[in-house]
């Protein structure tokens, strides 16, 4: 079945590393994503995995996947306020044209 | 660039009513995909059309329906509204095909069901 998971809130402070998880659990999942979405707005894409990568590092952004355990992680660091939001991770599969999409986490960043 | 709009952003209905939402994808773009955002449920797929044909749907009842147009302009109807459909609606445009097909999203209609 095709299921998406995440916690749905994290706290942290400013200045600190940020570490949002997800668990899918469709292993033909072959890219994953990280967006973000902030208050009143639609989701913006902070960046993607192909399925055959461990890591990928983007600036203050690094992304973690463990296609053997189905995890995929997020980690922001030097969290600033401006990083408070609401974090979904989503998996598709090639061809399919269909995203499923996690719960989302709510990142609340404390000055 | 124009981004994805969607029309109207908010809207109140009541009980029992059919509500109309429509969604203009970036120029270019032939894949639109709609989802439903409720607090605790996270963004759940109701269906995405491409070339003016449903390619894929998700688990909802017969009362969600959508259509495209020829201009790749979508609309999606839910019909004898209940309490429960209240939610943040969002479409998402993209090419539609290729390895890689990142989805644009739209600012959302917020509907209200009294």
């Known amino acids: 079945g095709e299921d998406v998971e995440q916690s749905l809130f994290l706290s942290v402070r400013e200045g600190d590393s940020s570490v949002i998880n997800c668990t899918y659990t469709?292993?033909?999942?072959?890219?994953l994503y990280w967006y973000k979405q902030e208050p009143g707005a639609g989701l913006q894409l902070l960046t993607y995995?192909?399925?055959?990568?461990d890591m990928k590092q983007d600036q203050r952004l690094t992304v973690l996947l463990n296609k053997k355990d189905k995890h995929l992680s997020l980690r922001i660091a030097d969290t600033q306020t401006g990083d408070s939001a609401i974090y979904f991770c989503?998996?598709?599969?090639?061809?399919?044209?269909?995203?499923?999409f996690g719960t989302g986490t709510r990142l609340k960043v404390l000055a | 660039k124009a981004g994805v709009t969607q029309t109207p952003r908010y809207l109140i209905k009541t009980r029992g009513q059919q509500v109309t939402l429509s969604c203009s994808p970036i120029?270019?773009?032939?894949?639109v995909s709609w989802y439903q955002q409720t607090p605790g449920q996270g963004l759940q797929f109701l269906f995405e059309?491409?070339?003016?044909?449903?390619?894929n749907k998700g688990n909802f009842p017969g009362r969600f329906s959508g259509r495209q147009f020829s201009n790749s302009r979508s609309e999606m109807n839910v019909s004898t509204l209940e309490l429960g459909d209240s939610a943040l609606y969002l479409c998402a445009s993209s090419l539609g095909q290729g390895e890689h097909n990142e989805q644009f999203f739209g600012p959302g209609t917020r509907l209200t069901v009294l």
């Open positions: 989503a998996e598709t599969t090639s061809g399919t044209y269909k995203y499923i």
């Open positions: 120029s270019g773009h032939r894949s």
């Open positions: 469709d292993s033909s999942s072959t890219y």
């Open positions: 059309y491409f070339s003016e044909t449903q390619r």
């Open positions: 995995i192909f399925s055959n990568m």
